[in-house]
């Protein structure tokens, strides 16, 4: 209850603080690109590709219509905003609306109740791999506590933190152009030579690789053996049927660098680092400057000092930057994480009263993480995830009404994925009449697709990444929960045996950390090769809805990797007619 009221009054002090209404157009249209100067088909967001950003002060009440100028369906989710009371405005296509239709139109109502930095993005099939996103920035209220004062020397030194942090610099670093890592839709391809590439793979796959007779492509792919493709050995895998060019044949392209100009006179800089990747994770790191990590996922956390930190796919981390170095332009650095592809982009941060405004990023001799994002020497420090502490969010409770283990990994086919071993979720489902609509929550939807919950009970999920022996390995799954955050209470290797967390606890107590459990909405499982692993988070059920469950690599989640869950089937919400029977206008 001590829980529910600390979010309570949070929501109250921030309903007083900002009542304003604040209103945004998006028109989706489709043209033809080049952000890492090679030309492709694309969305664009008012003519501009990221998509304008959605700046909003916590408290406000918020109106995003969206016209469809696409020649397909689409929708926008607004992801990590837990639309609390208005779950029709999530943008999940089968669940809280439908598709908006060639031509057609959404009016989008919400309330920023959080603070932080979140993002908007397509979810129509893979439309975000098309472009479809851009950032939202939602400046904290006067009431809420910030966690500058516990690294500042002096109250100006604070100030400056807190100036920095509402003047942020957001950086949004994606893949949507298969050989290029983009930083604010700039980036370029890099074909560093074949020996430079050999040089920097990571000691297991180097391993697998020579035991094959084999090495990567000039793109830094992984071979095009069945192996390489599936992470084991499945049927209807045929290598031949990939295009040309996909995975060798690297061409590169000019130098196309995003700048990220700051004052250092100001003292510091806040960067809000958004992974709007799709299919790969970054190593991010900026030349000559530690980066204080202050909030991940839109919530303030104890600050760390990092000199780099691994970002999954959704996530988001704002860093303090100390402006303390010559004037100059240092590189920052996107190494993908990822074994698929040995792949880096590059940005740079430029200081205003620097001669120079575009770094050059083959200078490695400030440089903590190299091309194929190992650091570079042992004295670089990187952000361990057991170490994300939130700064002012009350431990979970453990009076947790019930658990679902769901058993992930690939299903049938290399290309298929499952939550729950039993079933895949199929892209049919975003035709489905949305679930929110329905009269009966208790029996809605698909049974082996669907948790059901109570409203204000505590519910753990837990995680299981599974092998087979057709099946060895499995990549890291970002997974992500609309609606609310959620708490990252644990993690472990092998299969979880146990029924309960509680169980679990007992046998296995240092594999839990629920006091000081991490607060996100995103929950990303560890790589896994020839043992299970498991992840588990809890969250609280405050907000009944038809919400979604998924692995964010956008090729799992068209592959199946997703799961409906209808919080508070006890309390369903009525929904407005404006959506029931229409667009929201």
Not at 236 to 258: E, H, I, M, R, W
Not at 301 to 308: A, H, N, Y
Not at 314 to 333: C, F, H, I, N, W
């Amino acid at each position: 209850m001590a829980i529910l009221l600390h979010f309570v009054a949070l929501a109250l002090l921030t309903a007083i603080a900002s009542c304003k209404q604040v209103q945004f157009a998006l028109n989706l249209t489709w043209g033809v690109g080049s952000p890492d100067g090679n030309p492709r088909e694309m969305v664009f967001m008012n003519g501009q590709f990221p998509g304008p950003q959605l700046n909003l002060t916590q408290g406000d009440s918020v109106q995003v219509s969206v016209c469809n100028f696409l020649p397909v369906e689409a929708t926008v989710h607004f992801h990590g905003i837990e639309q609390q009371d208005t779950p029709w405005s999530d943008g999940t296509p089968g669940l809280s609306q439908k598709p908006i239709q060639p031509g057609g139109t959404y009016l989008y109502k919400w309330t920023a109740t959080q603070y932080g930095q979140y993002w908007y993005h397509g979810h129509v099939a893979g439309l975000v791999q098309d472009g479809l996103y851009g950032p939202i920035l939602i400046q904290p209220s006067a009431y809420e506590k910030c966690p500058f004062s516990t690294i500042a020397g002096s109250p100006s030194e604070e100030q400056a933190m807190r100036n920095a942090e509402k003047n942020a610099n957001v950086v949004m670093v994606s893949d949507c152009c298969v050989d290029s890592i983009l930083v604010n839709g700039k980036g370029s391809v890099f074909c560093p030579p074949q020996s430079t590439l050999n040089s920097l793979l990571i000691p297991g796959l180097a391993m697998l690789l020579q035991a094959a007779n084999q090495t990567i492509s000039d793109k830094g792919c992984t071979p095009m053996s069945q192996g390489a493709l599936t992470q084991g050995n499945f049927n209807n895998t045929d290598p031949n049927a990939v295009p040309d060019g996909l995975f060798s044949g690297c061409k590169t392209t000019k130098d196309n660098q995003a700048v990220i100009e700051v004052d250092p006179s100001a003292g510091w800089a806040s960067l809000n680092f958004v992974s709007a990747l799709s299919a790969k994770a970054a190593q991010v790191s900026i030349d000559n400057h530690k980066m204080y990590i202050y909030a991940v996922d839109g919530v303030y956390i104890q600050p760390q000092l990092v000199d780099t930190f691994l970002m999954y796919n959704g996530e988001r981390y704002s860093a303090l930057v100390k402006l303390d170095q010559k004037p100059g332009a240092y590189t920052m650095r996107f190494a993908n994480n990822i074994p698929d592809q040995l792949i880096s982009g590059y940005a740079t941060l430029a200081y205003s009263n620097s001669p120079t405004k575009i770094s050059d990023p083959n200078n490695l001799s400030a440089a903590a993480i190299n091309y194929g994002g190992q650091t570079t020497s042992n004295n670089v420090k990187s952000l361990v995830a057991s170490s994300i502490i939130p700064f002012n969010i009350p431990s979970p409770s453990n009076d947790v009404s019930a658990t679902y283990i769901l058993n992930m990994g690939r299903f049938g086919y290399n290309w298929q994925w499952t939550m729950n071993n039993i079933s895949t979720y199929p892209l049919s489902l975003e035709d489905q009449s949305p679930l929110l609509y329905t009269s009966s929550p208790s029996t809605a939807g698909n049974a082996s697709l669907t948790i059901r919950t109570q409203n204000n009970t505590w519910i753990d999920i837990i995680l299981q990444s599974t092998i087979a022996p057709s099946n060895p390995a499995q990549p890291p799954h970002p997974i992500h929960k609309h609606g609310n955050k959620g708490y990252l209470i644990g993690s472990g290797s092998g299969t979880f045996v146990w029924p309960t967390v509680a169980e679990a606890q007992k046998a296995t107590p240092s594999n839990f950390n629920i006091p000081k459990a991490s607060y996100r909405d995103s929950f990303t499982t560890a790589a896994i090769l020839q043992t299970p692993g498991w992840t588990a988070f809890r969250y609280h059920v405050t907000n009944p809805g038809a919400w979604l469950l998924h692995c964010h690599i956008q090729t799992h989640l068209m592959g199946g990797m997703a799961l409906q869950i209808l919080d508070g089937i006890d309390a369903w919400p009525k929904s407005p007619s404006e959506y029931s029977n229409g667009n929201g206008y």
